[in-house]
């Protein structure tokens, strides 16, 4: 396609590059050198050779990868049928799935996996009832093993693709498929042919976030492919963390690097499929074209929405009823149940409501920097072709990627011996520039998606007609982006919110994160406190969101 | 319905302006609170300035322990970091091995963990006037750390299932066969600890590892996963800290503890100051008060502790100290070897070490 060259202006170059090079190339320099450099004998390759030449570096790298494909393949199968039917169907009462997204994206994972093994667990509820039908001891699954691995990933990171998907889809206009019907063409197949690559920028993203989110997630690993002997690339690195000793740090660094190479290689086979781009007209006042699903409308419906009852409602409620024993393991009944935890939380209100500020202040800004850095990112490759971008985009997933306790770390040793003299070790800044180095790309893969579904033939004709740049972003971009822009803010916004990992190793007297509080409650033995300080603070968005619709500043929930 | 995630244009705005106002408003909420620590030390003459505490103990405990320390020394400033012990241990080192330790006081962990901290420089000694009530085996012999409560690990059982017999080897019987759990030596260090103690007794050896495996005992991450499994009735026995199974007895969790005639390995969560602390005579105040009769009955009473020193009974609930049979090795040795028994433990059970 003819282009017409356009150059970036030299400082948002620069911005852009400064920023990304402060808070994700700096400390991840860092802690690359701290795998070769050890504090004790200098320069070494001695980590790097017991890595490589060590088996378990490798098997666990292929659980990890094995794991990791089986679980993005649940969440982009579950996330694009989900996007289907509510785009482009007449299932009734879609905005449940909707809301059953949100809840998803809510429920920080600590909180998923704890109420995954009560209901899951070998004496959790379902094993109990079919031990109760059967009049006998039995478990029919339970969750401990690769396979509840999977599967608790998979569901975790549906919303990703679901969000992503069903951007793309209500992109679609209508007369694409309809052209296609004209021709004869069966339904299944316009599906297959028009529909699904037409949307596959948003499916490939929300994929591939799938992934490295997969990758990189500790919590799950930990808490249900531990007690089977299944170790994960995560949880070894954690291993090696605890080992303390200077060289076990560098592993530590070499492993990450592993993984953050596991990332790149996702990504580089995301461009594959983007190779042939995917320019849709966009339209915005245009409903996509509807398929009417018949007879299998409502059981289809009932199916789906018992499955995402059970998924979403379910820990929920275990995590509601538990906030409300006197003390882990009692057994639930009228006598037992108590609001001391409640008392006990709100007693010390002070805390808590310094906590979810503080969280309110770190999740806030960070969105208001992964946005724009992330446009500007994302626009960069699809309309520049610049491969300073796409190279910033890639590595940018990195700290994502690798452990957030590694992330972490690499912070700290980046700012307590900084190269560049700024003096923030130890505030809150520093906890904020973790935060962008780590979400960045939650926004980028949105933003990249959205851009990528854009035809910039329509920036060019602008252009030639002498609109001015800023005026070609605000008319046209940013409208055309607007849901991108909705589901990256969302995305980076909530998972900042809930975010435990980074937090938990940066935080300091005063700037205790909602993660940390309920991870110091559950660390002190203090489960059904946490639990209902978790119940709290689903309560507090719940009607949060709830206020946003109430004053028309409809967000996410659709059926207005 | 053309889009799923659809809201007009104002109400980006008004959804971005939203954010804003709350981060704005939250800030300004955020500053008096911090405004609050330092307000009681300003112009006050009996200004004790600042100190900085690495802590794994809970949070709520840390909290009433500085309510303690801060009425004896009104005014103090301490600034807390607390996280579990792992990350506490490896961000001072991060910080230290950066040349710029930020903590005065480290409270946390064992005695072997200090031991290697030792090794590497980063303490600083300090004789305190409490040692003398301490029993010198909980106490570094060059005065760099010192033991601050007494933590036994024995069984923890399910008050539903038979109460086992007081000995290790009621965990290798046929009854308790597929029944028991134990946090991993990988990620938590009381469990790495007790690895290295129990090995190295003639009564277990690795040979009690071998018939737990035989046994079908299983592996989670911490302490804290023991006792919940234990608490929910997924697994009757575990292997766990005395101190967890008490609060969750007292709590009213149906757990209960017993002491293996053998003897219990035993942790102490020392204290000690970083070399070079920039506070360094706040942080002898306190580690003073920590090991003081004053704040030992404290740390008993608030965080339901077994004391370090002869003179303070502990809490209800515990047997007398006399009763108990504690392990001890030299932590030297332990420092040691812990890395060495980590790896054999790895591959005795089959693990990537």
């Known amino acids: ?560 | 319905m053309a889009n799923v995630f659809k809201y007009g244009k104002k109400a980006l705005m008004a959804a971005l302006l939203l954010i804003l106002i709350v981060v704005t408003s939250a800030c300004s909420s955020k500053a008096p609170a911090q405004g609050e620590n330092n307000n009681p030390g300003m112009g006050n003459s009996n200004s004790f300035g600042k100190m900085v505490l690495y802590t794994s103990q809970p949070q709520d405990d840390v909290t009433k322990l500085l309510d303690g320390f801060k009425a004896k020394y009104p005014g103090v400033d301490v600034q807390v970091f607390r996280s579990g012990t792992e990350e506490v241990i490896s961000r001072f080192t991060m910080e230290a091995q950066g040349g710029k330790p930020q903590a005065d006081v480290l409270y946390l962990a064992d005695a072997p963990t200090f031991q290697r901290l030792k090794d590497q420089g980063f303490l600083e000694a300090y004789t305190s006037p409490e040692l003398n009530e301490i029993n010198p085996d909980f106490v570094d012999p060059d005065h760099m750390y010192a033991g601050t409560k007494l933590i036994a690990t024995g069984i923890v059982y399910n008050t539903s299932a038979p109460k086992p017999e007081a000995t290790w080897q009621f965990l290798l019987s046929e009854q308790a066969k597929n029944k028991v759990v134990m946090p991993s030596p990988f990620y938590s260090g009381a469990a790495a600890f007790n690895l290295s103690v129990l090995t190295r007794e003639g009564f277990a050896g690795w040979n009690f590892f071998e018939k737990l495996k035989a046994n079908g005992v299983q592996i989670v991450k911490g302490n804290g996963d023991v006792k919940k499994m234990v608490a929910s009735g997924e697994k009757p026995y575990g292997i766990l800290i005395n101190f967890e199974a008490l609060k969750a007895k007292k709590q009213g969790s149906p757990v209960d503890f017993v002491y293996p005639r053998e003897g219990l390995p035993v942790i102490t969560e020392p204290v000690a100051i970083v070399k070079g602390a920039p506070h360094l005579e706040m942080a002898r105040k306190f580690v003073d008060f920590v090991l003081s009769k004053e704040g030992q009955q404290l740390a008993a009473k608030i965080g339901f502790y077994m004391p370090v020193r002869k003179d303070v009974p502990p809490p209800k609930g515990y047997p007398p100290l006399s009763e108990i049979k504690f392990l001890q090795r030299d932590p030297k040795e332990l420092a040691l070897v812990r890395e060495d028994d980590k790896k054999k433990f790895a591959d005795l059970f089959n693990l990537p070490k």
């Open chain 1, 1 to 560: 396609m003819m282009r017409l060259a356009t150059k970036e202006k030299p400082v948002t170059l620069a911005v852009v590059g400064a920023v990304l090079a402060l808070t994700t190339a700096y400390p991840l320099i860092r802690l690359l050198l701290a795998g070769f450099f050890t504090p004790t004998e200098g320069f070494t390759l001695a980590p790097l050779l017991q890595v490589v030449f060590q088996k378990a570096t490798w098997t666990v790298l292929y659980n990890t990868v094995v794991v990791s494909l089986a679980a993005t393949a649940i969440s982009s199968i579950l996330g694009i049928t989900l996007a289907w039917l509510v785009v482009k169907s007449d299932l009734p009462c879609k905005s449940v799935i909707n809301i059953a997204t949100l809840l998803f994206l809510f429920l920080p994972p600590y909180v998923q996996g704890l109420a995954w093994l009560q209901l899951w667990g070998p004496v959790g509820w379902f094993n109990q009832l079919a031990s109760f039908i059967a009049g006998k001891k039995i478990v029919l699954w339970n969750v401990y093993g690769l396979d509840g691995t999977i599967l608790l990933l998979g569901l975790l990171h549906y919303p990703f693709v679901y969000m992503t998907t069903a951007t793309a889809l209500g992109k679609i206009p209508p007369e694409v498929e309809e052209v296609a019907f004209t021709y004869g063409v069966s339904r299944s197949r316009v599906v297959r042919r028009v529909t699904l690559p037409l949307a596959l920028p948003g499916i490939a993203a929300g994929s591939i976030l799938a992934f490295v989110s997969s990758v990189g997630n500790f919590g799950i690993p930990a808490l249900v492919a531990l007690p089977a002997g299944k170790i994960l690339l995560t949880t070894y690195i954690f291993q090696q963390v605890v080992g303390f000793s200077s060289i076990s740090f560098a592993r530590v660094s070499l492993l990450a690097t592993l993984g953050a190479m596991l990332a790149i290689t996702g990504m580089m086979v995301q461009n594959l499929f983007l190779k042939h781009q995917h320019f849709t007209v966009l339209t915005k006042e245009t409903a996509p074209l509807c398929y009417s699903l018949g007879r299998v409308r409502i059981p289809l419906a009932v199916f789906l929405y018992s499955f995402l009852a059970c998924a979403t409602i379910a820990p929920l409620i275990a995590m509601f009823l538990n906030s409300l024993l006197p003390a882990y393991g009692v057994p639930l009944s009228l006598e037992t149940i108590t609001l001391k935890n409640y008392r006990f939380i709100l007693a010390d209100l002070n805390a808590t409501r310094r906590a979810i500020a503080t969280s309110f202040i770190l999740a806030g800004g960070t969105t208001l920097i992964t946005i724009p850095l992330s446009f500007v990112v994302a626009r960069g490759i699809a309309e520049k072709r610049s491969k300073f971008y796409l190279w910033a985009d890639r590595l940018g997933t990195i700290a994502y990627t690798v452990p957030g306790t590694v992330l972490a770390l690499a912070v700290i040793l980046a700012w307590v011996d900084p190269w560049i003299p700024l003096p923030i070790y130890g505030s809150i800044v520093m906890i904020l520039l973790a935060y962008i180095a780590r979400f960045f790309t939650l926004a980028a893969r949105n933003l990249t998606a959205g851009f990528a579904q854009l035809n910039p033939s329509y920036t060019e004709v602008a252009r030639v007609l002498g609109i001015r740049p800023w005026q070609c972003l605000w008319k046209i971009s940013l409208p055309l982006l607007r849901p991108n822009i909705q589901n990256a803010a969302l995305l980076v916004f909530i998972t900042a919110l809930t975010e435990l990992t980074v937090s938990s190793l940066l935080w300091i007297s005063g700037s205790e994160t909602i993660g940390v509080t309920i991870y110091n409650l559950e660390a002190a033995g203090y489960t059904t406190y946490s639990t209902a300080f978790a119940t709290l603070v689903v309560l507090f968005f719940g009607v949060f969101f709830l206020l946003l619709k109430r004053t028309r500043l409809q967000t996410f929930l659709p059926g207005r």
